[in-house]
């Protein structure tokens, strides 16, 4: 990889005399409405798309896409629910070839390191969108605060089947800052961009790091996938989701993502987020209203 900078004024191509529209695939999740908020703060013209805007993105139903990409000049790729089920990286490539034709120029897919599906759906993009860039993602440090890990740690305890592991998690304003740059500057295209915090934590050690930073009392204790499943299952989960966080802390957590890059300093010339600034600045998700 390049060690020029990679940082450029935000600009959004401009097609027949007028601007582009950037498309936010995934644009209510977690990393979307973070990319798409950026864009739109720059200038940049934005169509967020999922299931419940207008136009309407369902994966499930290619008939829907030539309206999303109408006008579109760069896409941002978060497959939902994850790049690891059946099927997915044969969605997003189909997505891709559709998008060259309708104009797009710049294509960022959003995958998982350490994920053998999401790596798949990598190669098989660029097959046919070669200058699609990659933001390949450590664990979120936001699973913490606003997904399946914030509920447990309300409760005041996080029970998980992984041990002593380290993992760098990232900070998805470090993710969607990237994703930025990537959908408005040709300088990072064709790029595969591995996205990590500065260093390695145990998923022990991020507990301990977010019951300092919110005053609480939260502890981890490490079980075995039997009894976690089990109790994802108690608790309603689909069985689709818990397959999904089954293959996450047996094939995904187990020690191979254990290192950290620089990519997100190389991209944005500047570190990357620590997880104590993170957690200090979540604190209150892990406080209940009174």
Known sequence: MSTEPTTAPITSTVVDGRAGVTVVAGGTGKTGRRVADRLEAAGVPVRRASRSTVPQLDWDDPSTWEPVLDGATAVYVAYAPDLAIPGAPETVTRFARSARPAGVDRLVLLTGRGEVEAQR??????????????????????????????????????????GDVGEPFVDLEDVA???????????HAGRIYELTGPRLLSFADAVSVISAASGRD?????????????GLAAAGLPGEEIDLLRYLFTEVLDG????????????????AGDFRAFAAREAASWRRAS
């Open 121 to 162: 759906a990598e190669d098989m993009v660029a097959e046919v969108f070669p200058a699609r860039t990659v933001l390949r993602c450590a664990f979120f440090a936001q699973n913490f605060s606003e997904s399946f890990l914030r509920e447990p740690m309300l409760d005041g305890g996080l029970a998980l089947p992984v």
């Open 177 to 187: 800052e990237v994703a930025v740059a990537a959908l408005t500057d040709d300088r």
């Open 218 to 230: 939260v502890h981890f204790a490490p079980i075995v996938m039997g009894e976690f499943t089990a």
């Open 256 to 271: 191979r993502g254990a290192f950290v890059t620089d990519d997100v300093t190389r991209v944005l010339g500047r570190p």
